[in-house]
Every structure is written in structure tokens, then in C-alpha cells.
């Protein structure tokens, strides 16, 4: 070991610790011995058995001393030294346990060895009647699959039988007899089994009797509580009944299932267990043994197989017969064998009373039956004193017992008093006389009382309070019963339950996993033939069962003894029960079967217990916290040296053991008691004592405040007023839950004595938070008391309770002055826990000057000391404000403190000293300034204003300005100026409001800075910050409620606000105005929906792009200016909004359609586009309709009116004055289809009858088609040929503008325009919106054709100028951009086929034009309404070109090429199909120029005409190749040649709207192409479309 660890471990004083000492028991003046030849190694643990004991070290060692027969050589003798166990060595054992002649061992892993006798299993080994060494046992689960071995944490041994509890806190057993808990009748049980009956609940600790157990459980959370069922699972008697008798009612929930212990159903949280009579507190239960005899038989009958007791449990339906019923297939023929079966059972035979009485059930059946009729009731989870008493009375007088009950007509209010109190002791044994029906009457009656009275001096007030209330009010919760209950019964019991509640910790889940649980049960199970098992009888129980007394008694800690446990308390009480013939139960009250408070010593608490066989030892807390021993129980006297036993009267001082040193454990055995020991070395041993001590009384002082003030003062009436009695109760649970911590704590600390005592383990540093939180919130629900005059209110409806226990209180608060206020006796009482945080720091401080002020140990405590010390002076500042805070409101006027008071408001400072007052204030006015914790107050003389902090700004005026001591206060809605008196008064406030307004804003005003640099105070709050309010003067936002960022008393950022009519705006705002992006929602009161705009914002306003939509289902998509429709904008509109609105696209002047505008009616069936003017069409537009009519022409009123040209779908025309809409009125010319015409007036609606007055002409038959006038004129002539203009070079930092660089912008433009993000992006959507709205549904008009092939043309020109804006080195439109030399690739001309290097024109080029940049943008997003535009426009020129093409294609190939005039040495002779080569035959069909045909098809999957170009190119160049392939030589092509074979190839393509591919190219193509090679090659497939129509078939 180095120098600075030995140094280390020397300043704690390692050496001195554990030491061993042992003595001799039976008497009380001893003298401990050390253990002789033990090497003084530091002992953790000791355990004893009869005549052997272990020990086990800090290194994990096992020693064995005494006498040790199962060890090879040491079978006689007695070891006095201690032998270490060589098979241990190295495995590190954590905890040892001795039965009286065996042992147990757990390692750090969870193994357990076991070794010593073995005749009864107890070691887990079959047939081996010693375990010479410690052996290592396996423990599985055979539910999991694949079976897991169990870790184990502790260890307890019995005289025949092992207990283990697993690390998932659980209990498993081995050895023999019912104090294994198992359902077996088989011993020994050699396997450790699991104890079922516990499976699924939280086992804290197992302690094992000679022939009985103990385990102490967890309760199960308040939410885990299973209903109680109505029957039982195994007898399905009822649980609960109810007898109506004249004049009152029998209720019993003691229901004895004649099976014994129910098992507990699949879900193992439900215990509900049938015990044979479960009274509940110390009823013998002699008088109703018929039932028990039935359970009895099945526990305990050896003979009966396991299958047989699972038979009997689980199939007898309630089999009742008079007398004794028999289940399953145990049957006792006649009294004797009961008597026998009963003595066998007991060890002991029965005395006469008790024969007597068994005799009378058998002879009288009928009066039995009677008897079990009276007391049917639930499988107890919980028996009620009603019914312990019927079984007492049964048990004093046997069979009249139901007839002297009804005599004695006890009411249902005499009832529940004597439900839920903790019974005493029983007066009459059954072996007493019994008096006739008169005198038991009487005497009865007295007994009870007394008895109750007995149970209350055993159990504090409190336990009496609260039992008393929840037994009552389940008494009350019973169907039936409330009608013959009083009102104010009633009215007593739900106040009782409801102010309850308070005192009862909620179920805090942080603590009870890190620090021992309160919340216990006691269970048992084994042999009770002396009440060990604490069920009121002296029965054995199979299986664990609830002893019920010792709930809510916060049992801690578990001792079993021979014959005798005990059970150790929070409160450092302790409870005993069983054996008391030695006294070493530490009091004389009998009977001794149910637990009874020990009376150890007078002021003192018990912090550990041990039992031995016949006695107890007590360790108490002592003067200067050094432990006392207490020993109860066998003594030895020598007189005429005869030993003789007799008892103690009570426990005794051993004080012998008092001056060893601070003893921190002690263990008994069969005649020795050993004690291991600590010496105080640097007083850091005494440090702990005296930490755990405190804890531990001031656990008792709290839960007597809890007791003996707080609780009687939640039960009295007229509290005051609702809120008073919310603070209260508010109060009183944070008490609560601040003293189950303390218990908790208090009960860990003793633990912690147990064991190493290594300090970085101790629960108050390692879960500081818990502590401090706890301390903090109970302080802030005090102060939070204080300040609303809680104590003043409470003192006068409590005067009587207060006044009657002054003397009390003011020793709980510890004052010893005399003529105290009771105001001050109760507020010192409730600050009270404070005071334990500064006990906390000193005591933490005395132990870190144990260590090295180097060591990590010393850091740790003297952090932890400075925390508590910190939060202690924070509690008592808190304290202070709180007091400041209510003397003001005591001098403050009443109506304005009604208004202002509130729990947490505290006050900071107040001008009532005329320090502070308001600029420009009038003479005569008061105004009174008063700065709270989270407001600033104006008040004047009968009005006030309340500014929340969290909204204010403070700064001090500049001086220059006259303002000497000014300070410019700003809030949303006011600004004013304050002024002070002097200089120290205007810097006291502005560093008050600052700092309160810094402290708002945080919200941690409750926490102090733990630690370091926690929480560094601000100069100053920040001017941007978050918070919420409410408008109360703006006239706009009058009521509306804020909540987002602020800067300097405005909304400034990102924020949510709220009219109180419903409105809101979520959003960003700047400077106090809607500003940026938002959502805001109106309410439509009339259609029940809202308005909804999403988008932007400016001053307040909807500004920008933005979505509204309208309750009545329209919806604006465009641009807005001062909540106004105003620039571009899309409106829906209509009752099929979602599928298939009438839609506005175009120009909006402040709300209203105006400019131009393209409207879709679908309610009329038309489109109009033209211009607008305050929501009306007027000026020049077009109108289509869905019935084929076109309008184009002016406009006036939404009418129209004026010259105009109207077409009909018959191709008649009128061109001339219009009137109303379709309404002809005035001079006009109508044409006829057919060319003739009519001029003159016209009057009349179009389509129902027109006036004309005019002459009709009839054109010259002769005159040529062309000379006619044309109907409609032609407003477009085809694409003209540009002279190409000089290059223009654009100087770049690389050269000239190549190819490269134009292919470039080309991808760059493509990208752009796939984002609506970008400009260009956005431009194409909103256009390529408009032209689908245009030319779909009603504008798919033949008519508009033209006009569409215009627009687009316009959107490429302007388009392209912008790109040339953003591109400034692009080329004017028709440029060439030169090809270098690599570019020009040779190629092969189709005529000739050879290759060919000539260009088509003069100069090699790439020409720059619009189409070319931009239709391959645009194109394939306005194709489908153009192309059906086209598809309409040539139906029927195409309709008669698809007739002739699907005529001739019924021929086959030859006949085709044949019929079309081809010259045979063009013809296929073979054919290739999919790789083979085939002859082509007369009647062969679709295979000639097969790969020619597929490639112009493709045409109809192309979108711009230089694709479009390009495939009909390519559909040539694979005619070339087919020819090439026949001729095998090199030729010319003549068009003559060519023409019928592309004209074969056209027809085979089966093009549907081969005319509208055709006119499409012919309109945009690039004009620069006509003249080209795929110019005359477009030529050729337009003479093939005209040649198709005109063909002639025959």
C-alpha cells in the first residue's frame, strides 16, 4: 500500500473499525470479552447459530468459530479461534447468514454457498446429512427459457429451512416444513423453489425463526391496488356480507375460506389471500376451529400427495355440510380423530375448555351454521375489528355467541367506532368461566371499551385519525347501506377522507428508488404455535400472509427469533409479537399473537434489533449519540447452585456494553450475544452517529407536527375560505412529503451504520437534489402561507384546539418563553425543518476535517456543507421577504389587497417614504409606487395599475436633459418618467427593478446559486427577451393577448397574437407591427369557419405574395398591398372549389379585377380574356364558349357592346355591331359556311332568331378557292427567313463565345426554370398557369389557335431578351456562333451516301434563336392544350387522312409498294427478323423498312419541332441504309425515287394526328431551317401528309 493511501485510510480510522467483542447471554451484567485469536482483521457482519457463529471481513473472508461438528477433526470439539473457510477464498463474499446448525455465504456475483447439517435439506443437497465444506447451489428459473441462474442478495437461515432473496427481490426457499411458503407437502425440498405467493411484489429483507419467516414487502403503489373480487376464487363463498337484523346491520369482511391460504391468481399482484380467520388484531380463534380444522387438514396433512392438496385447493366449490365439510378426499369420521388430528398438529394436547368447545360444535350443527351465517366475509386483504370481535366473543363462550350479539343489538354507529382502532388485549382466555347471556353482555361491552381504549394508548393520535376515517368510509362505500346512515355521519366522513388525503405522500418514485422504502407490509408464514406469525391465533399458515396490524407502521427492519419477531419502525419503535415467556418480547401486555408496542426505554429510539432464542437486544441511541444495549428475556440466576430461568421485568442497560466504544451492529445466537464495535478515531465515527441520531428524532418531531397539529387542524370546520384551505393542504402535502424523506433518510442512515461507512456514500451527498428540492418546495409552500396571513386565519377557527394544546406546541416548536403569540408558536413550528439544514452542513463540515484537505472525500463534504449552508440562509432570506411582505399588507388599504394579494407575490420595495414620484403629476395627486417580485404597481387613491415585470424596461435619463434623478419607465402601452428624491434613491431603484425584472425572466426566484457560478447576477435584464401579455388600451389590439419576442416594450421577431374576438396572427412582427411572413385567421361568425391568409406582411399589413382563403370556399392566390388584392393573382371560386372552380388569372388595382384578365365561368359555360376595369370587363377581349361560339371584339359593362366578330361552329361569321351579350344590334355583314353573304342591319340574340334588313350576295361559282374572301382572316402569315447578321464577339476572359458556353446557358436555363424559387423559375410557372387556364376546358376553342401559337411565340421573344439581360455575351437572336474545326464532324450525306465534308451553308455554325434556347424549356409544359388546340383545328382534313391510311394499310407489302409506285430494285428481297434473315413473299405484311417506320413514329414522343426534325431526319438516313443494303453499291437519290418510298413508310407509321405534328413544326420551327437539308426533308413528309388525303383508292 503506498504512503498516501495508508495516510488516508489511517485519518478514517480503518483499523479501529469492526472490532468484535462477545458475552454471555441471560444476564444483565456482563462482561464482553474480545473474540480470542482473532487477528483484527475489520469485521463487516456476524451471524450465530446455536453454538456456532461466522465472520465475515472487509476483504470478503469467511471465519468460523464455536463448536463446528460437521468440520473433518473437529466433530467434539469447540474452536475458540476463528477458522478461516479455505473453500471461500477468493470468491469475495458480501453477506453470511447461520440457521442454528447450518450456513449460508452469498459472493459478490450472487452465488450461494451453503454448508453445516444438513438432515432436513437445508443446505439445497439430497441425502447428505452434513456439507463439510461451504458448497455452491444453483438457483434457477425454470419460467425462463432458457433457464437463468438467480443473482442472490441476502441470505436467511432457519433451524430446517434457507430463505434467499434474489437481486429481482424475490424469495426462494429450501429445506422442510411450512415455513417455506411453498405448496408442497413433500419434504425436504432439496431444489430451491420460488415462493409463488410473493412472486411479483418488491421483497425488501427476509428473517427466518427456528420454524417460522418473516419477509418485509413493499407495498404496492395506490395505482397497482386490484378491485377486491366479490367471491372468493376457491370456495366462492361471497367476500362481503351484509345481515339485516330488526334494528341494525351485521357487516363482515372476515371472510375463512374453508381451503386455507388462497393461491394468487395468474397475476401475481393480486393477494387477495383466503386465510382462515385473519382477525384482524389478537383474537384467539378458538371458537370457530371448524373451519380452521378444514384448512388445517390441507396444509398440513402428511399422508396427502402434492397432486392431491392442488386438487383440494383448487376443486372444492364450497361443499358446505353441518359441522365440518370435506374437501377433496380428507375425511375425519368422528371427534376423537379431529381431537387426535388437532393434537398432532399443535405438539400439545388440547386443554378442557378448548375440547369443550369443540365437542359443542360437532353435537350442535344447526347452531354452527347459525354462527357461520354472522360471519361470512372477503379473503382479507384487510378483517375488521367487528368481526375479531364476533371471533372473540365465539372464542370466550363458543356456540351463543350469535344469539348474545343480537341480544346485545350494538347499532352500525357503535360499529364503526370500533372499526379501524388498534385493539388491545382480550381480558377472557378460552379457558375461562362463562357467564350467563346477561352478565356477558355487560361485560362485553366494557371489554371493548377498554380494549379500544388500550389500542389507543399503544397507537399514536394519528394512526387512530386515519384509520378510523378510511375504515368508515369503506364501510360506508357498501351497497345498501347508506339508508341507514345519518346525514351527518356521512358529512364527518367524506371531510375525514377528503382532508386525509394531504398527509398521504403521493407515491414519489424517485425516492423510494434511491432510498429505502416506507411503505411496507410484514408477512408471515410457518409455524404460529406461539403467535410468531402475528395473526391474532396460533395456526400455522403454508403460505406468507399480510400481517394486517403492522400496516402504515413503516416497519423498517425484521428480526426473527426462536419462537419470537420483532419488528423495527421508522419512528425507532419497535413491535413484538409470539413468545413472551421470558419476556423477551420488552412488554407484559397478552395476548402476545398479534405484534404489541416493546417499551425499551423511556426517551430513547431503538435504531437495530436482534433476537435469540429466547431473548431480545434493543440498540438505542444514547447520550452524546454513543448506542446503548437494551437485553429482554431469559435470565440465569445461581441459588444453592441450582440454575433456575426467569424473565426480565423489562429491558435492561447492558452497561458494560455502553463503554466498549459505538457499537454498530449486534447478532444473537443460542447462549451468546456478540457486538461489533467502532472506535471513534478524529470524531468521525461519532459525526455519523450523530447525523443518523438527529435524523432519526427529528423524523419523530415531524411526524408528530404531522400528528398531533396538522391533521386536527385539516379536520375542523370553517377553515376560512376555499383558498385558505387549498394553502393549507397544499402546505400540509409538501410537510408530508418532506418527512417521508426524513424517514426515508433516517432509515437509510442506520443501514449505513451496518455497513462500511464509506462517506461518498452517504444518501444525503450523493442525492443532494432530492434534499434540497424537497427543503426548497416545502419552504416556498410556507412562505406562500405566510404571506396570505395563513397563521392569522388559522388561528381563529382553530382557537380552541390551539389554546387546549399550547404547551404542546410550543414544546414541538421548541420555545421556552412564556406569553407567546400562538401566530408566532405556529409560524417558529412550521419553519422548523430550516433549522435541520444548517445541522445538516455542521455535521458534514465535522466530517470532511477527518480527511485531507486533498482527498476527493474532504472536496465532496465540504461542497455538500457549503450547499446546505447555502440553501439554509436562502430559505431564511426567503423566510424574511415573506414576513416584510406580510406587514405590508397589513398597512395596506383592504379593497386594493384583495386584488393584489397572491401566494408567491412578494414584495421588494414600496415609495411610500415619497421617494419615487411620477413626472407632470398633478398637485394634489398620490402616487404610490410598489415594486413586487413580478410587478410594478401604480397606485392612486382608489385605483391602481399593475405592470408585469416581465414586459418593463427600466433605464436612467442622461442628466443633461434637467432629469436629474429621472428613470424612463417603458411598457407596451405607457412610457413615463419617475423621478427621486435624491441619488441613492433613484440608484436603489433602478438596481431593484432591474434585478427584479432579471429575476422574472429567469423564473428561478426559488432556487439558491448551489455551487459556483450557478447564477452570476445581471447588471441588467435584456432589451430582447420573451414574454407574454395582454393589451388593455390600444384601440387595435384592445384584449388581445401576446406571447413571443419583444424588443424595448415591442413585439419584435417571432410571435403568436390573439384577439379576444377570435382572431390571430402567428407570425413574425417588427417594431410592435405584423412584419415578414405569417399566418393569420379571421373568424366568419355566420358560416361558423375561418378566413385564413398565409403569407406576407409589412407595417401591420398584408404585403406581398401570400394565399387567401375565404370562408365561403373562394381562394386568392397572388399579390397583396395594404390588405388589399393588388398586382398578379389567381381567384377560385365557385360552389366545386376543390375539383373544379370558376377561375380569375390576371391584374388586381386595390381589391379589384383591372387590367388584363383571363375569367373561366364554369356556371355559363364560357371563358373570356380580355381587359377589366373595377371588377367589369371592358375595353377589347375574346369569348369563348363550350358550345363552339367565339366572340372577339369590345366591351363595356361586364357587356357586350360594339363592333365585334362573332363565329359559330358551322364556320358562319358576323362581323358588325353588338348591343348586349350575343345580342346583334345595328350594321353588320353575316357569312355562310359555304361563302355566301348577307350585308346590311341586324337585330336580335344570336341563336333565337335574328331581324335582318339587308342584301344577299352569292360569289361567282368560277372563281378559284384561293379568290375567295376568307372568313376568318388569317391575323398570322408563316415564319420568314432573317438575314443573318454580322457576328458580334463578346470579349470574355477565355475568347469568343464557343458552343460550349451556349450549351451551358442552355442547362443553366433548364435548371432555372425546374425551380419556381427562381425568377425565371417562377416567370414560367405563373405563365405556364395562365396559358392552361386560357386554353383548357371552355378555351380548348379551334379558334384560338392562332392566338396561342402568337402568345408563345411573344413569351420566346421576351423571354429571350431577358435572358440576353442576364447573359450579356449571348448573341442577338439569328447569330451563329462559329463551330471550331474539331466540332465539324464528317458525316454521310443521305443522297449520296458517300461521305460528305461540304456545309450546308457557306459558313460552318451554330445559329442563335429564341425557339432553338427556349422551346425545349417552355414546349413540353404548354404542349397538351396547344396540341389539342392543332388536333382540333385539322379534325377534319385529319380525319380523312386516317380513313385513306387505314384503308390501304390492308394491303400487304408488295401490293403497297407496288400500288405507291416504287421501283423494284428498291424493294426488300429478304428481311431480317430478330436475327434471321427471311425472303419477303407476296402476301408478307408490316416488315419492309421496318426500322424506318418504328423511327418516325417516334415523332409523337417528341415536344419541340427540332426533335420533331431530327426523328424525320433520321427516318430517311434508315431508308438510305435499307436501300444500301439491296443494292450493295453506292447511289443518288432523285426526290422521284424517293418520294413513294418515304410516302410507304408515312402510311406503315400509322401517325393519328399527323396534321397537327405537321402544322405545329411548320409554325415554330427555326426559319433558318427551311432551306436546309431537314427543310427539304420536312417538305417531303408535308407533300406525303397532302398526297394521303387526295390519293386516289381505286
Known sequence: ??????????????????????????????????????????????????????????????????????????????????????????????????????????????????????????????????????????????????????????????????????????????????????????FPVTKPQKVEHLAGRVVLQVACGAYHSLALVQCLPAQDMKPIPERCNHCSQLLITMTDKEDHVIISDSHCCPLGVALADSQSENHVSCSSLETLEGKSAAGSQSEDCQKTFVEDEPAASESEVTSVLSNNDGQEDSGISSPGNVLLPDKKAVKKYLENLSDDPLNDSQEKSISTELEQPSQEEELIACLPGPPGVSTSALNSLVVSCASAVGVRVAATYEAGALSLKKVMNFYGTTPGELGSQSDSPSPGPEGLKDTREEQVKLESMQGKKSSSLVDIREEESEGVSRRLSLPGLLSQVSPRLLRKVGRAKMRTVALTPTYSGEADALLPSLRTEVWSWGKGKEGQLGHGDVLPRLQPLCVKSLDSKEVIQLSAGGHHSLALTAK?????????????????????????????????????????????????????????????????????????????????????????????????????????????IMGYIASLHELASTERRFYCKLSEIKSQVLRPLLGLDNLGTATTVQQLQDMASRFSKLCYLIGQHGASLSSFLHGIKEAKSLAILKHSSLFLDSYTEYCTSVTNFLVMGGFMLLAKPAIDFLGKNQELLQDLAEMKEENIQLIEVLNTLFFLPVRRLHNYARVLLKLATCFEVTSPEYQKLQDSSSCYETLAVHLNRKRKEAEYTLSFWKTFPGKMTDSLRRPERRLICESSNRGLSLQHAGRFSVNWFILFNDALVHAQFSTHHIFPLSTLWVEALSEEAGNVNGLKVTTPEEHFILLSSTPQEKTKWLRAISQAVDQALRGTSDLPPYGTGGNIQRQEPPISRSAKYTFYKDPRLKDA????????????????????????YSGMFRNGLEDGYGEYKIPNKALTKDDHYVGYWKEGKMCGQGVYSYATGEVYEGCFQDNMRHGHGLLRSGKLTSFSPSMFIGQWVMDKKTGYGVFDDITRGEKYMGTWQDDLCQGNGVVVTQFGLYYEGAFSNNKMMGTGVLLSEDDTVYEGEFSDDWTLSGKGTLTLPNGDYIEGLFSGEWGSGIKITGTYFKPSLYDSEKDRPKAFPELLSRSHTQTLESLEFIPQHVGAFTLEKYENIKKYLIKACDTPLHPLGRLVETLVAVYRMTYVGVGANRRLLQEAVREIKSYLKRIFQLIRFLFPDLPEEGSTIPLLVTETKRRKSFCSGKMDSRSESPEPGYVVTSSGLLLPVLLPRLYPPLFMLYALDNEREEDIYWECVLRLNKQSDTALLSFLGVQLKFWPVTVSILGESKKVIPNTKDVCFASAVECLQQISTTFTPSDKLKVIQQTFEEISQSVLETLEEDFLWSMDDLFPVFLYVVLRARIRNLGSEVHLIEDLMDPYLQHGEQGIMFTTLKACYYQIQHEKLT
Open 1 to 186: 500500500m503506498d504512503q498516501q493511501e495508508r495516510s488516508s485510510v489511517e485519518a478514517e480510522g480503518a483499523k479501529e473499525r469492526g472490532l468484535v467483542h462477545i458475552w454471555q447471554a441471560g444476564s444483565c451484567s456482563v462482561t464482553p470479552e474480545r473474540l480470542p485469536g482473532w487477528s483484527g482483521k475489520t469485521v463487516l457482519q456476524a451471524a450465530l447459530g446455536i453454538n456456532h457463529g461466522l465472520l465475515l471481513t472487509e476483504g470478503g473472508e469467511v471465519y468460523s468459530f464455536g463448536k463446528l461438528p460437521w468440520r473433518v477433526g473437529l466433530e467434539e470439539t469447540c474452536t475458540k479461534s476463528p477458522i478461516l473457510e479455505n473453500a471461500l477464498i477468493g470468491q469475495h463474499v458480501t453477506t453470511v447468514a447461520a440457521g442454528s446448525y447450518h450456513n449460508g455465504a452469498v459472493t459478490e456475483s450472487g452465488v450461494v454457498y451453503m454448508w453445516g447439517n444438513n438432515s432436513a435439506g437445508q443446505c439445497a443437497v439430497a441425502n447428505q446429512p452434513y456439507l463439510r465444506e461451504p458448497n455452491p447451489i444453483s438457483i434457477s428459473d425454470s419460467e425462463t427459457s432458457p433457464l437463468l441462474s438467480v443473482r442472490i442478495l441476502q441470505l436467511a437461515c432457519g433451524e430446517e429451512h434457507t430463505l434467499a432473496l434474489s437481486l429481482s427481490r424475490e424469495i426462494w426457499a429450501w429445506g422442510s416444513g411450512c415455513q417455506l411458503g411453498l405448496i408442497t407437502t413433500t
Open 572 to 680: 425507532s419503535q419497535v413491535y413484538s409479537w409470539g413468545s413472551n415467556t421470558f419476556g423477551q418480547l420488552g412488554h407484559l401486555n397478552s395476548p402476545t399473537t398479534v405484534p404489541r408496542l416493546a417499551k425499551v426505554c423511556d426517551d430513547s429510539g431503538v435504531w437495530s434489533t436482534a433476537a435469540g432464542p429466547d431473548y431480545s437486544l434493543f440498540l438505542v441511541d444514547g447520550e452524546d449519540f454513543q448506542p446503548g444495549l437494551y437485553y429482554s428475556g431469559r435470565e440465569e440466576t445461581r441459588e444453592n447452585n441450582s440454575p433456575g430461568n426467569n424473565c426480565t421485568k423489562s429491558p435492561a442497560l447492558l452497561l458494560a456494553c455502553s463503554k466498549l466504544g459505538y457499537i454498530s451492529s449486534v447478532t444473537a445466537g443460542g447462549d451468546k450475544c456478540l457486538a461489533l464495535v467502532d472506535r471513534n
Open 1041 to 1064: 393577448t401576446y406571447d413571443g419576442r419583444w424588443l424595448s416594450g415591442k413585439p419584435h421577431g417571432r410571435g403568436i397574437l390573439r384577439w379576444a374576438d377570435g382572431r390571430m
